[in-house]
């Protein structure tokens, strides 16, 4: 119950909304990293293994290897912030007959339809934001003085490129192809190569088909019933409704179908794998936290999300709000492949 301008904290009945079917949330990339500021500073080492090599030194002289301090940057961004508020009136609960039902609508049946379908806002711009940084390495920040963060030109380093040659009648081409650029990644990626746990390759519809049902796919599975779970040109695996998603035979390679038009709007390629490091690797980072609406809020610490009511001085409206702010840092720009399937 709200009685005068008191604050009623609706979180918990936004964290009851289901968050299952997105799919870069439920995949899971980013370590989250709370701040308390609305400015964060973003740093970029400039790693390398050159230096982490013994050499062979005399036993009795004062020869020794020296281990080189790596250099880095540091940039001061601000942390893109986004706002969704509602009102509830008078008129919006007297009289009305809550749908399906017989019973009158009551201020806590809209607090929930209002926070259900603020869950579906953030949790779809939370993927939006994760599919440009993953996808594109890019941050879209209107708001800000930023405007468009991209981290390509921001740490120096471009995605790498490869083609699949899909239609290929080499019964090995396919696989030797996604071997070559397992084996770019691992050697880009140097220091951070054991944190690697799996290569993600999200492909595009046409890029899935061309090479589920390329010539090596199929020689491969000539012989394997087409009930077979693992016989991926007849069968493959749901990772979420809808999602659908294959492993390249003896590789820690996932392929998965992507429809969703708010992470197709971001891949300029057929296709691109990213590599999905273990976590606490810190290699893509998801920033959060600054609340900017309610001096209430400036004591809870940062959260990925606030969601709370209050009802206005004259008490004739109720406004349900809900913020947050998002940053996804890429520092595995260079890691990651763009590919064109052929």
Sequence with gaps: MIIGNEVVDLAPLFELNDSRNYLLSTLDFTDPVPVESHKVAVSQLIESNESLFNHPTSRFSSEHNVTKRENGEEWLIEIPYFLREDLIKPQDVQGKRKAGSSIEETLPDLYAEYIAKHNVAFQRTKESILAASLFSGKTHTPKTDDVLIDYSTLFGVSPMTATVDASSTNTMTVFKQF?????????????????????????????????????????????????????????????????????????????????????????TADAVAVPKFAKGAGVYKSIYGAPSSSFDLLSQGAKEYYSYAFESNRGDAVHVVTENSSLVVNHGVGFSVQITVA
């Design 179 to 267: 071997d070559q650029m397992h084996t770019d990644m691992i050697a880009k990626a140097q220091s951070q190569a054991a944190t690697i746990e799996r290569v993600v390759v999200f492909c595009k519809p046409a890029a899935f088909n061309a090479i589920r049902y390329s010539v090596g796919m199929v020689n491969a599975f000539q012989y394997a019933s087409p009930v077979d779970d693992a016989n991926v040109v007849f069968n493959v695996r749901s990772l979420l409704p809808g999602v659908t998603t294959f492993t390249i035979p003896g590789t820690n390679i996932d392929l998965i179908k992507v429809t969703d038009p708010l992470l197709l709007a971001h891949m």
